[in-house]
């Protein structure tokens, strides 16, 4: 039996569980996993919902519209593959644990192809018979870069974009194309060492723990919806070195964790932060 | 507003989450928080549902005890403080984390008194006003011993025993009367290490963490339902005291935690297994 | 047999560990932990050795300081308890760990006083029969107050100066007559969250993480030497208050785990930096 | 400059650290890091020292040898990339991690060839152009399948052979032959769940936190010296997939930290334990 998963995000009201509840069981459909979540602040009702059992969809969205709130998000669809694009520079340790799920079936995205500013990563993408591009930064404008990138990308019509260790920033114009549609995995624990070499920044602070955060990328720099963080233990022996090749450990968990809650539609982004139903 | 707590354990059947939340909103009460689970394995559902607005709580249990299944569990109560008993030997960590907890009104419950079988700790809990009772094991039997704890005990009338670092083994007459109202906090990652002196084995074994388990007790020494466990990392340079030492630290940690979760009714006994809804 | 401390913080240069170790062997004393560690960007030698035997402590510290290059620290002592004034406000999470811990013998310390400019934790305090002075900020100038409070403070001649959610900012003349003398539980992972209200700026973040950090005061705002941090996993469902709550777990442990190092002469400190031999 | 590990094992007595690294300074080699550890019940001292500068390190492993106590382990080598094989079955994960590490030179080790007893492998191992040997265990007694085994792996002189989710037993004849060459992964916190399913024993024990447990082989099953642990946690809504997923992200991560530890001579085995030098 195909499982299928029910999005709402609406203003709360008494009675949302119950309605829903309600009509799922009248259409004769079974609920095997129930997540909701009310924001208290905000007045906002989040719900996930897994259910067993076939109905006509459409039907059955247009019912939730006329009995939830206005402007309710409703979304439907039995759990189906994402269609994914990475984007790459040099450092393979990401990347390759993604095309390593890929390969075996874990990874519920379809790498449709990568895209690099350089082409140390083309031999381990081909490897696994995914379309390399190398667009390279030199000789031309941002603006050409991203032109070419974007290009290539919209061949592939993706879900989702995601950074692998993508060290140029993108325009707003770009970002504000795919809205919540760009993972990104940054090298610090968020919001501390925003910007560039955030594991010199930390080692010159002198922490104690180093992270990594996966974020949704929005305008500005590294201040998008953080999904997911985690740090590491460092200590006065650890160079700047240590502390990447420690840090590389936690990016690689960081953005497989994130992906996962991204490519199950285990999320909803609410201002500039994340429901997550894990 | 009071806030009350729900609780139902029954046999799984379809549209259970449909009657309870028609019922409650029918009724004008506001749920402001709600976690389910269904045990596939063993077609149960369990229920916690926090909710605010006064109805007659008798009529609403009856009302729910004729629309879910037969033998279903019911508990709707205001969340009230627990009345509970301490048991002790000579370890002050535990029961003075409690003690301080217990003072400052964060623990969700009254400690009535502290039973110890050594009078060590018997000034830290009179700092506190709380009545400390010795019984001794000296010159009588296992049966005389807790004959005595149990008639101190039950003056009480506790909702919950905790055994604070207390290091005898209660037999199983003692035990069956307070079926999963005991909580223990064991040295060791349960199931590694039962029994005396898990340090020592720990450190006999090599191994690279250490931990701490908190569980209700039943008469299987160490082998009863799991509510909470946490581990720390140590190495080559740890002796059986250093050992000792660090696990102190997580044993605390974790009977907090642990009977957080007990306090507050979030927490479901089901075989040998809890599911805690946090 | 008593148990030694030597520390030595010298610039680096070859035969160093040679010339110590073998000056220690020909007094016949018996080196039982040794840690070094050598910061290369800065040329710095640190050691700390622990070692038993008896020896003209004056004279082997002279050898020594021929020996070493110009300007090295040496420092010499028999591990002793360390005594301290505690500063507070009104939580009562960290100062109570450390009455408990100070109660039973365990903190490495001699809790001297507390002072605090508020008397919520009177009574706490005076139950430890510890001195409890109150220094209230009102109707006085900033000048006034830590005038009071240093008074108060030189009176116990203290080794440290903890701040135990001590939640006024210290001046800068302040701090700098007690260098390195003052260590702080700031309740964030810093860099992230200086200044006020940090878990307000969390939970306004959306991060998936909370933390603590213990730090040595400098007479920049939460810049000073870190030296313990930790972190706890939060979510979507925490307020403020539950971060707030979560984080006084972490608080409590960070600073415990801090002051250990400190009180313990386990810790150097290097620039904005500390060298730490746990 | 090249550096150079100097590893010592052998009775602990005075002065020891002195005498060795007196030695290096008159041979005008430069000790660039050091850890030392003394086993005190055992009476046993562990020294691993890195150094740069060139010596004739045969006639520096006689001095030492005549300087040090009798049958002292010494051991002097550049830090050199060992040469393994790997074994398997059919779970990728450990494997195409160490796949690539080695791929882009992270690994410190040199896979020299697979062997499996399922094909399921073949195609992720070819394509990093390393031999892939099947050696069914069909129709065959297991001496057949080890003496198979033996003479592929003979073949490669391997300083180590990593067992990277190799679910057959080794018969203690073959163990015998590698000692301490041997890095199993367990997919539980070792002691706990020795054996067969050890996420199925997990999850009916209803545990808190899995594990995984990276240690060398010996012939008792599972309880051979253990290097690295860490673990994951889990609650009352995995099921036994939930947790063998869970688990197979930690596995991961241990067995590559162990093998960093092994591979980088950072490692003495001591009895059943490990001395590491991190």
Chains 1, 2, 3, 4 share one sequence.
């Not at 095997?32 to 039907?59: A, P, Q, S, W």
């Amino acid at each position: 039996m195909h499982k299928h998963i029910l999005l709402i995000k609406c203003k709360d009201e008494k009675g949302l569980l119950s309605k829903v509840t309600t009509l799922l069981f009248e259409n004769d459909l079974n609920i095997i996993g129930m997540k909701e979540h009310v924001d208290e602040l905000n007045n906002e009702f989040y719900l996930r919902c897994e259910y067993t059992g076939e109905t006509n969809t459409i039907k059955l969205s247009e019912t939730l519209k006329k009995m939830l709130p206005n402007n309710s998000l409703i979304n439907i669809n039995p759990l189906k593959k994402k269609d994914i694009v990475i984007y790459a520079t040099k450092e393979y340790h990401c990347l390759s644990d993604l095309l390593i799920r890929n390969y075996f079936s874990e990874l519920n995205a379809n790498i449709k192809c990568v895209i690099a500013n350089h082409d140390v990563l083309k031999d381990i993408v081909e490897k696994f018979n995914i379309p390399f591009y190398l667009v390279s930064t030199e000789n031309k404008s941002k603006a050409e870069f991203e032109t070419e990138v974007l290009s290539i990308t919209n061949k592939y019509q993706p879900d989702y974009i995601v950074l692998a260790k993508f060290m140029r920033i993108l325009s707003s114009d770009f970002v504000n194309k795919f809205e919540h549609k760009i993972i990104n995995i940054h090298h610090s624990f968020l919001p501390a060492f925003i910007g560039a070499n955030p594991y010199r920044q930390a080692f010159e602070r002198g922490v104690k723990l180093i992270g990594a955060t996966a974020h949704f990328v929005t305008n500005k720099l590294d201040e998008g919806p953080i999904i997911t963080q985690k740090t590491n233990n460092v200590d006065h022996t650890f160079t700047v070195e240590d502390m990447s090749k420690s840090g590389k450990e936690i990016e690689r968990v960081v953005l497989a964790e994130a992906l996962q809650y991204v490519f199950e539609d285990r999320i909803f982004v609410t201002g500039n932060k994340t429901v997550i139903f894990d």
